[in-house]
């Protein structure tokens, strides 16, 4: 079975200051990697993804994630923050022998509180 | 605009009530899934839907039904049987790709 350790519950930065969210997995199986965010009360937006290929993804948003196969590690990084980044981030993990049906297994989140 | 909506955004249901939750969406999407959120936990699956006229038990599927009689539906009740229905709701679909798409949730609170 597949799943997702997101240390950090909550993680507080400065504005401007560089932040990393992490995520690692378990899983016996070669794997996709999503990292979600969810702003109060909303559904979660997709905000980058690892199918294959370059191990490092980015989002428009300045976000990106790389993908760690040895230490089963997907961190998502940004060098320089904003106050609307606040929120609360997803990782989560599909795996790839079972695409009919895409399960989706989620951490439990972190929180990022940016303040000025 | 193509997406998912869910109605409605917020829901209040006395003990012993079943309520239903709607999920629509117009990306032509065949997987349809509805997943639940605690506080502090991260989304666990309730029901999916591949295709119409089908549907699998998720994880926590005890106290709640499900239908999809059209592609663009896939509506949740929240039965009497559900003893802790108090949660966030989100509805999500996939279609060719390997990305699931959520709606904005709805937020049940039992009175």
């Known amino acids: 079975a597949q799943s997702v350790t997101q240390l950090d519950s909550q993680v507080p930065v400065f504005e401007e200051a560089p932040v990393e969210l992490r995520c690692n997995y378990s899983?016996?199986?070669?794997?996709?990697l999503f990292w979600y965010v969810q702003y109060p009360n909303q559904g979660l937006q997709l905000l980058l993804k690892?199918?294959?290929?370059?191990?490092l993804v980015e989002s428009i948003n300045g976000f990106e994630a790389e993908f760690n196969k040895s230490q089963t590690s997907f961190h998502l990084r940004k060098p320089s923050v904003h106050i609307s980044d606040t929120a609360e981030y997803f990782c989560?993990?599909?795996?790839?022998?079972?695409?009919?049906?895409?399960?989706?297994?989620f951490g439990t989140g972190t929180r990022l509180l940016v303040s000025p | 605009d193509g997406g998912i909506t869910q109605s409605p955004k917020y829901l209040f249901r006395k003990e012993g009530q079943n309520v239903t939750l709607s999920c629509e969406q117009n990306?032509?999407?065949?997987?349809m899934y509805w997943y639940r959120q605690d506080p502090g936990q991260g989304l666990r699956l309730i029901y999916y839907?591949?295709?119409?006229?089908?549907?699998q038990k998720g994880d926590i599927a005890e106290g709640y039904s499900v239908s999809r009689e059209k592609k663009e539906s896939f509506p949740l009740t929240v039965t009497s049987a559900q003893k802790n229905p108090t949660a966030f709701y989100l509805c999500?679909?996939?279609?060719?790709?390997?990305?699931?798409?959520f709606g904005p949730g709805t937020r049940l609170t039992v009175l």
């Open positions: 690892y199918l294959s290929g370059s191990t």
């Open positions: 839907s591949q295709i119409v006229n089908d549907f």
């Open positions: 999500a679909s996939r279609g060719r790709t390997d990305t699931q798409y």
């Open positions: 899983s016996s199986v070669s794997v996709y």
């Open positions: 989560a993990v599909s795996d790839l022998e079972n695409t009919g049906f895409q399960k989706l297994v």
């Open positions: 990306l032509n999407h065949d997987a």
